[in-house]
Nanobody, 115 residues
Framework: QVQLVESGGGLVQPGGSLRLSCAAKGSIFSMRGMGWYRQAPGKQRELVATITNGGSTNYADSVQGRFTISSDNAKNTVYLQMNSLKPEDTAVFYC?????????WGQGTQVTVSS
């Protein structure tokens, strides 16, 4: 059984940066990959970025060039470095397996981009 706990969200001004962390309680090695997802108010949850066990990454067009996903397998932790944040990035961010599993959705971490 794996539990995923997101942290690092907060309020940031447009153009600012945040780094999100996803700590896995239990091994994530069995997962083919990990992903960050987000859900903005009134919208469906969407994929933001993924990383495979081999380190290959993929990004949504809306965050390409601004966000970077990485993982530290020794710490069972996945990160999302977010730069040049925009108001439209405001959402609750979640980590999960890639593809996601219903069993792994956590509470998420709120990111608010506002001046």
């Amino acid at each position: 059984q794996v539990q995923l706990v997101e942290s690092g969200g907060g309020l940031v001004q447009p153009g600012g940066s945040l780094r999100l962390s996803c700590a896995a309680k239990g091994s994530i090695f069995s997962m083919r990959g990990m992903g960050w997802y987000r859900q903005a108010p009134g919208k469906q949850r969407e994929l933001v970025a993924t990383i495979t066990n081999g380190g290959s990454t993929n990004y949504a067009d809306s965050v390409q060039g601004r966000f970077t996903i990485s993982s530290d397998n020794a710490k069972n932790t996945v990160y999302l470095q977010m730069n040049s944040l925009k108001p439209e990035d405001t959402a609750v961010f979640y980590c999960n397996a890639s593809p996601p599993s219903r069993a792994y959705w956590g509470q998420g971490t709120q990111v608010t981009v506002s001046s």
